[in-house]
């Protein structure tokens, strides 16, 4: 019984590391929250008229509509999920932090907004010190998909 109970929660552990497929980046749904983690197939309780807006570990923002019986996220399987680029995800998506950040992109000027097209490079920013105008991009980029 002992010895059931310890692989059954090894697999509780194993199964809560594992990244998802996709991340909330808004919802207007209260049980969606930004940031939160779904995986390919999961079925999620959507309302009819409540809609979500994911993002893809790969890049690629998507839109489900409710429905009656709720919406299935769909599978897109990337090769192994990145729990580096998950949480890169998810700061963009998290409030921006109080208070004044020092510093900025060194070495050069951090990029207009306006020129990030696509998640990569949103995601390239990011890395290279400009969060404020990742956030923007990102933003932008989820309007535009939400608009669609």
Same mark, same amino acid.
């Given at each position: 019984? +002992?010895? !059931?109970?310890?692989? $059954?929660?090894?697999?509780? *552990? !194993?199964?809560? /590391?594992?990244?998802?497929?996709?991340? @909330? *980046?808004?919802?207007?749904?209260?049980?969606?929250?930004?940031?939160?983690?779904?995986?390919?197939?999961? &079925? @999620?309780?959507?309302?009819?008229?409540?809609? *979500? #807006?994911?993002?893809?570990?790969?890049?690629?923002? #998507?839109?489900?509509?409710?429905?009656?019986?709720?919406?299935?996220?769909?599978? +897109?399987? @990337?090769?192994?999920?990145?729990? #580096?680029?998950?949480?890169?995800?998810?700061?963009?998506? !998290?409030?921006?932090?109080e208070g004044r950040t020092f510093g900025g992109r060194r070495g050069g000027i951090c990029p207009d907004p306006a020129d990030l097209q696509t998640v990569?490079?949103?995601?390239?920013? &990011?890395?290279?010190?400009?969060?404020? &105008?990742? +956030?923007?991009? $990102? !933003? #932008?980029?989820?309007?535009? /998909?939400?608009? +669609?």
């Amino acid at each position: 019984m +002992r010895r !059931a109970i310890l692989i $059954f929660g090894l697999m509780m *552990v !194993a199964g809560a /590391a594992e990244a998802g497929d996709y991340v @909330v *980046v808004a919802s207007s749904d209260p049980g969606l929250i930004p940031g939160q983690e779904l995986e390919g197939g999961q &079925q @999620v309780a959507l309302g009819a008229g409540r809609s *979500v #807006t994911l993002v893809h570990i790969g890049g690629e923002l #998507t839109v489900l509509r409710g429905g009656a019986s709720g919406v299935v996220v769909p599978t +897109r399987r @990337v090769a192994s999920a990145d729990a #580096t680029r998950i949480a890169a995800l998810k700061s963009l998506i !998290a409030p921006p932090t109080e208070g004044r950040t020092f510093g900025g992109r060194r070495g050069g000027i951090c990029p207009d907004p306006a020129d990030l097209q696509t998640v990569d490079q949103i995601l390239s920013a &990011q890395a290279g010190g400009c969060a404020r &105008q990742a +956030r923007e991009a $990102f !933003a #932008t980029l989820a309007n535009s /998909a939400r608009a +669609r």
